[in-house]
């Protein structure tokens, strides 16, 4: 039984799912258009708020889901493509989700436009940690004669995948039930991208070097936004993470030597291929019967 009332905000790094106030925390995350908001109002109806991220002028809107005595707090992240631009609601949306205040993001992607939710559906997995895909909009993919392989979606990314058409209220809850179902479960940390080899070499040697106890962030991700050119990555700013931040430079640079371009170019379109390839895999377009309207 779903309902929608008030209830008391879940707290970040306190969320279980053993019933009383604040028990559980979703994240909608994706791209613009693809029904985030749709689900976001399936679920919490009028027990929403909405105001501005701190210091932002973006939106933010937040709702209550009431299941089964949990008091599930439901996030609407501002909808973008990727995480590569550092908008606003870029910065956003990534900082809310590597500080973990969500207990699982919900990632929402278009069923008819796969190739290009992929690619941030990837760089959301490079982040390590808990995702359900809602794969929206499967009614329009339907009659586009689009048939989508759904159990090979899951094994590829390795997460829970969920048909839904927000609009008509088909899937969210059963969205809802496969994102408590990841809750206290082991994060698959096994990632579908892998680079050239000589990007994973550098990766692998830069993680060798790391601290971890000193890391904000996994170290697999650390060492890409390193090669990337991102510094403050660290919780104590130190000589050795300095000596680090210096020595992933020169890595990159000798990346950006071998394909003559600059490693987030090399990275983005590894990720654009690896999106595309995925996409075709799991589609398959049937011929509409003759004489159907």
Do not use: C
Not at 13 to 39: F, H, Q
Not at 49 to 71: F, I, Q, R, S, Y
Not at 223 to 234: N, V, W
């Amino acid at each position: 039984m779903y309902k929608t009332g008030t209830a008391v905000p879940a707290i970040a790094g306190d969320s279980k799912v053993d019933g009383g106030a604040g028990d559980v925390t979703l994240a909608l995350a994706g791209n613009a258009n693809v029904g985030k908001s749709s689900i976001f109002n399936q679920l919490t109806g009028l027990t929403q708020e909405t105001g501005n991220w701190g210091g932002k002028t973006v939106d933010m809107t937040e709702g209550v889901l009431l299941h089964h005595g949990l008091n599930i707090k439901i996030v609407d992240l501002p909808g973008i493509y990727s995480f590569e631009t550092y908008s606003p609601e870029e910065q956003i949306s990534r900082a809310y989700i590597l500080a973990g205040h969500q207990d699982v993001v919900i990632n929402v992607i278009d069923a008819t436009s796969l190739e290009r939710n992929l690619f941030f559906t990837l760089q959301v997995k490079e982040m390590g940690v808990p995702v359900v895909i809602a794969l929206n909009h499967s009614d329009i993919a339907a009659k586009k004669h689009i048939q989508l392989d759904t159990n090979l979606l899951s094994e590829l990314l390795g997460v829970p995948v969920v048909m839904t058409v927000a609009i008509k209220g088909i899937g969210v809850h059963e969205l809802v039930d496969a994102a408590l179902g990841k809750i206290g479960m082991p994060v698959n940390l096994e990632n579908p991208l892998r680079y050239g080899p000589e990007i994973e070499k550098r990766i692998d040697e830069l993680i060798r070097l790391m601290d971890e106890t000193n890391l904000k962030y996994r170290p697999r991700w650390t060492a890409i936004h390193l090669l990337e050119g991102e510094k403050d990555l660290f919780i104590n700013e130190d000589e050795k993470n300095s000596r680090l931040v210096e020595y992933s430079q020169i890595l990159a640079e000798e990346i950006t030597s071998m394909h003559g371009e600059n490693i987030s170019t090399v990275i983005a379109a590894e990720r654009y291929t690896l999106a595309a390839s995925i996409a075709r895999r799991i589609t398959t377009r049937a011929e509409p019967v003759k004489g159907a309207l």
